[in-house]
């Protein structure tokens, strides 16, 4: 089982990557309710009636990691709408030279679900795509893409 990963690479410290992966309503596009920048920390995402997840903050070491376990979670857009419950969603944090490696990873979300090719276009979209923008630019963006999820 291979579980969704991508990762990037940008001139920002680990410090400003980290911050910019907590402001979780600055890339992530939708409804978010609850805080999202420290350990313990609940949060839910809803995107219109597709979407809803709640993530709890279960590792967070500045500079380093964040890791959020989906604690509740239905997708009106697959047969089984608790696909996502369990899974834990992980950003590593390295140095790597000058540059800053973010690595992604969706640890549970697996080719065997039925939402893994539709979320991990979305999940390309909001780390490649926007979360990316937000660390270089300081400013997420908005999804242009038909397929909503």
């Given at each position: 089982?291979?579980?969704?990963?991508?990762?990037?690479?940008?001139?920002?410290?680990?410090?400003?990557?980290?911050?910019?992966?907590?402001?979780?309503?600055?890339?992530?596009?939708?409804?978010?309710?609850?805080?999202?920048?420290?350990?313990?920390?609940?949060?839910?995402?809803?995107?219109?009636?597709?979407?809803?997840?709640?993530?709890?903050?279960?590792?967070?070491?500045?500079?380093?990691?964040v890791v959020w376990?989906?604690?509740?979670?239905?997708?009106?857009?697959?047969?089984?709408?608790?696909?996502?419950?369990g899974t834990e969603?992980?950003?590593?944090?390295?140095?790597?030279?000058?540059?800053?490696?973010?690595?992604?990873?969706?640890?549970?979300?697996?080719?065997?679900?039925?939402?893994?090719?539709?979320?991990?276009?979305?999940?390309?979209?909001?780390?490649?795509?926007?979360?990316?923008?937000?660390?270089?630019?300081?400013?997420?963006?908005?999804?242009?893409?038909?397929?909503?999820?």
């Amino acid at each position: 089982m291979t579980n969704y990963t991508t990762s990037f690479l940008v001139d920002q410290t680990p410090e400003e990557v980290f911050a910019a992966i907590n402001n979780v309503r600055g890339w992530w596009t939708g409804e978010i309710e609850g805080s999202t920048d420290k350990l313990g920390d609940e949060f839910t995402y809803r995107y219109e009636e597709l979407h809803y997840s709640k993530q709890r903050i279960t590792e967070f070491i500045p500079g380093k990691k964040v890791v959020w376990l989906v604690t509740d979670a239905s997708l009106n857009f697959v047969e089984d709408k608790t696909e996502w419950i369990g899974t834990e969603i992980t950003f590593e944090i390295a140095r790597m030279g000058d540059k800053t490696e973010v690595r992604f990873t969706h640890l549970g979300l697996v080719p065997e679900y039925e939402c893994f090719d539709s979320c991990s276009n979305a999940w390309g979209f909001y780390i490649n795509g926007s979360l990316r923008n937000l660390i270089t630019t300081g400013k997420g963006q908005q999804p242009n893409f038909v397929d909503k999820v």
